[in-house]
């Protein structure tokens, strides 16, 4: 049976232009992240990055499916510096009460063996018009360290206050 024990949790009482969750121990498997969250920026939706150790460069790789009503839209995107979610948190246009929610697994974050490999899933409805979103993400980062360290960054404004997130560990019994 597998043993999930929350690590961290980090509700923001004030707007912060990022969160991380840093000194992850390695006595887990997997890590999820689950969070409620809402940037303010200029413009409606955003995209959202993800950085792992404190480690930009160009060493990210990621890929986006996202679905609003009855449209649809792809994206992928190498040699970045961070891992980047296409439209998966609100911008200016959604009401003050709107959070987007967010799961995301980082697989074998301590295998020395193979890079590092994220999946997404992200849901929001905004009450501006009809718009009602999922979005499915994949990363890569290309480097086998453990990972110790994760940045949740919006592509343009903050982080808003009420916005929280916790870290999880999850291992086989």
Request: zero cysteines.
């Given at each position: 049976?597998?043993?999930?024990?929350?690590?961290?949790?980090?509700?923001?009482?004030?707007?912060?232009?990022?969160?991380?969750?840093?000194?992850?121990?390695?006595?887990?498997?997997?890590?999820?992240?689950?969070?409620?969250?809402?940037?303010?920026?200029?413009?409606?939706?955003?995209?959202?990055?993800?950085?792992?150790?404190?480690?930009?460069?160009?060493?990210?790789?990621?890929?986006?499916?996202?679905?609003?009503?009855?449209?649809?839209?792809?994206?992928?995107?190498?040699?970045?510096?961070?891992?980047?979610?296409?439209?998966?948190?609100?911008?200016?246009?959604?009401?003050?009460?709107?959070?987007a929610t967010m799961i995301l697994d980082v697989l074998d974050?301590?295998?020395?063996?193979?890079?590092?490999?994220?999946?997404?899933?992200?849901?929001?409805?905004?009450?501006?018009?009809?718009?009602?979103?999922?979005?499915?993400?994949?990363?890569?980062?290309?480097?086998?360290?453990?990972?110790?360290?994760?940045?949740?960054?919006?592509?343009?404004?903050?982080?808003?206050?009420?916005?929280?997130?916790?870290?999880?560990?999850?291992?086989?019994?």
């Amino acid at each position: 049976m597998a043993v999930i024990e929350a690590i961290a949790t980090t509700y923001l009482e004030a707007d912060a232009a990022s969160v991380t969750f840093s000194s992850i121990p390695t006595t887990y498997e997997h890590l999820q992240v689950r969070g409620s969250h809402r940037a303010a920026g200029s413009s409606g939706g955003q995209a959202f990055y993800i950085e792992l150790n404190a480690t930009a460069g160009t060493g990210y790789s990621s890929h986006t499916m996202v679905g609003a009503n009855t449209n649809a839209l792809g994206q992928g995107t190498t040699g970045q510096a961070y891992i980047k979610i296409y439209d998966g948190i609100h911008g200016a246009f959604a009401a003050a009460a709107e959070y987007a929610t967010m799961i995301l697994d980082v697989l074998d974050y301590r295998n020395a063996n193979k890079n590092t490999t994220v999946q997404l899933f992200m849901q929001d409805a905004l009450t501006y018009g009809t718009d009602s979103r999922v979005t499915f993400g994949s990363g890569l980062w290309d480097s086998t360290d453990a990972i110790t360290q994760i940045k949740f960054t919006p592509s343009n404004g903050n982080m808003v206050r009420g916005s929280e997130y916790t870290l999880y560990g999850l291992k086989s019994s």
